[in-house]
């Protein structure tokens, strides 16, 4: 979530205030973060939006500048990339235009390099669809919005500049990446399915050429909304920020119902194939993790010298039980109603909790949230070992990570034993996951962010994984004809312009089941793709 540029130390919780109230510090934040999206200011949690609204106050009323728009190190500052400038600076063969390039006849793709010599590897493999600027890059290119969503144009940034990986002839790739921007063309909460079907899908020209490749496995989408590739369909390589393998529907029912064995099914949010990454931007700063450590190194040892935590878990943050079984798989929900009182070993605190509780606790809750959550790499990045309760869904770069060595993984039906599970957990154990997760930690942030003086490499291990995934395709032969003509209609579509649909539902009563049309639902189908907002 978007957090200021001074930690949140020790600021007291002023409760659940009324909608009105809500409304207002909403409209307070908006008008002192110009950078910030709508959607991003809706999906902060009612905890995040008192906790802003009272920093902004305490600093405005000390005569400070304040940032509300701040990425993982704190105070915000723009990524290394420049979102409002042209790709490649159009190839020497356009005229960049508020970020957009309009390339000289004969030229092509989003950085006009199609249709010269490009520089690149023999062995490159990606190619990369021009898609209709007003499918999302117009408008990333006016207003960044919220980086916790901006992955996938971090990753398309330095996608279009490597020669090593992208080509721009068709002929030569194994897999074809889909620029999607779907939080920039949509919104956070929309699902993929009809983002996928209505404007993505009559743009791929090459979509089912490869007889290995009929339903589209050799082509890429990257989804960075809240439901991932919810509701897409099943057959293409996904990169998703949400690794949930079963329909969303069955979030927090998974045992209701054909819910247990819908793992994977055409209405899944992922699958074994899709390629799970974190954010792009969250809410621990370069202070966040200095002050976790020196919390650690303050607390008494045991008599082999390992720390003495005061709390077995921590969690702080939104609850949302009348939200429940759908929001966030019901962990929070019954976490909170089994420790949150009379358990002195246990801080699940509803809204908020000063930074230091990560360094007081040995374990700090990792769960779901109106989709994806940021407490694994926050915990990761500022020093505490991660609870993974998320029951069926993968984890970022699961089939890279160990998980076992840096986090614990436990089922919803672990809840009632958590006491005993975590103090089952030796000192020695519990180290060893610290120093190992300190280690991956890089994994769960991008190249050109930096904690501790490491820079991050999930757009690295990205291509690792999409190279893996290419090498079940050879190149295929694609007719000039066909090349032509995808030209000439990318060509015609920048001068003329597109309208999209962007009006999708996504009130939460379309968006989920009853447990009763749960029951009666014998088999997935695509019937309910709608979505709901984030809080």
């Excluded at 790709?87 to 030229?107: M, P, Q, V, W």
Aim: charged share 25%.
């Amino acid at each position: 979530m978007l957090s200021l540029a001074i930690a949140a130390l020790g600021v007291p919780s002023s409760g659940r205030t009324g909608l009105g109230v809500q409304a207002l510090n909403r409209s307070f934040l908006a008008a002192r973060c110009p950078e910030c999206s709508e959607e991003g200011i809706d999906a902060l949690d009612l905890d995040d939006v008192e906790r802003l609204t009272a920093e902004a106050h305490r600093a405005e009323l000390a005569g400070r500048a304040v940032s509300l728009y701040s990425m993982q190190l704190g105070v915000y500052r723009a990524p290394h990339f420049d979102a409002s400038k042209c790709y490649n600076e159009c190839s020497g063969h356009g005229t960049c235009t508020r970020g957009l390039c309009a390339c000289e006849d004969s030229f092509g793709a989003a950085d006009c390099a199609e249709g010269q010599p490009h520089e690149e590897t023999e062995d490159a493999f990606v190619y990369v669809y021009e898609m209709p600027p007003e499918l999302g890059l117009s408008q990333l290119r006016q207003k960044f919005g919220d980086p916790l969503y901006a992955a996938e144009a971090f990753f398309l940034e330095k996608l279009m500049s490597d020669g090593a990986v992208r080509t721009t002839d068709p002929r030569k790739a194994r897999v074809f990446y889909v620029p999607t921007h779907i939080y920039y063309a949509i919104n956070n909460v929309a699902f993929a399915g009809q983002h996928f079907e209505e404007n993505l899908r009559p743009h791929l020209t090459y979509w089912g050429m490869n007889p290995a490749a009929p339903n589209g496995e050799d082509h890429v989408f990257f989804f960075t909304n809240d439901k991932g590739a919810g509701g897409a369909p099943r057959g293409p390589i996904y990169i998703t920020q949400f690794g949930y393998m079963k329909p969303w529907e069955c979030m927090g029912r998974e045992m209701e119902a054909y819910c247990p064995r819908a793992d994977a099914s055409e209405k899944s949010c992922t699958d074994e194939r899709s390629i799970v990454t974190p954010s792009y931007g969250f809410s621990a700063s370069a202070l966040d993790t200095e002050i976790v450590r020196d919390v650690v190194r303050s607390l008494p040892r045991d008599a082999d010298g390992y720390p003495v935590y005061p709390y077995l878990l921590s969690f702080a943050g939104g609850i949302r039980s009348k939200d429940a079984p759908m929001y966030s798989q019901n962990v929070r929900q019954l976490v909170h109603a089994w420790y949150s009182e009379n358990n002195d070993r246990f801080s699940i605190t509803e809204g908020l909790a000063p930074i230091d509780i990560f360094g007081l606790s040995k374990f700090c809750l990792a769960p779901s949230g109106d989709g994806w959550g940021v407490r694994l790499a926050k915990s990761l990045i500022v020093g505490c070992v991660p609870l993974i309760i998320q029951p069926s869904v993968r984890q970022p770069f699961d089939d890279l990570l160990n998980y076992s060595e840096f986090a614990l993984t436990l089922e919803a039906g672990d809840i009632p034993n958590l006491q005993a599970i975590l103090e089952g957990v030796t000192p020695a154990e519990h180290a060893r996951m610290l120093r190992k997760g300190r280690k991956v930690a890089t994994a769960f942030y991008y190249e050109d962010q930096t904690s501790e003086g490491r820079s991050g490499i999930a757009s690295s291990l990205i291509l690792q994984q999409l190279r893996e995934r290419a090498s079940r395709f050879e190149p295929w032969t694609i007719p000039r004809a066909t090349i032509t003509r995808a030209a000439r209609a990318a060509v015609m579509e920048r001068k003329l312009g597109l309208k999209i649909r962007s009006n999708y539902d996504i009130s939460p009563m379309r968006a989920y089941m009853t447990s009763a049309e749960l029951q009666a639902v014998r088999a997935p189908d695509s019937s309910r793709r709608q979505s709901h907002v984030r809080e």
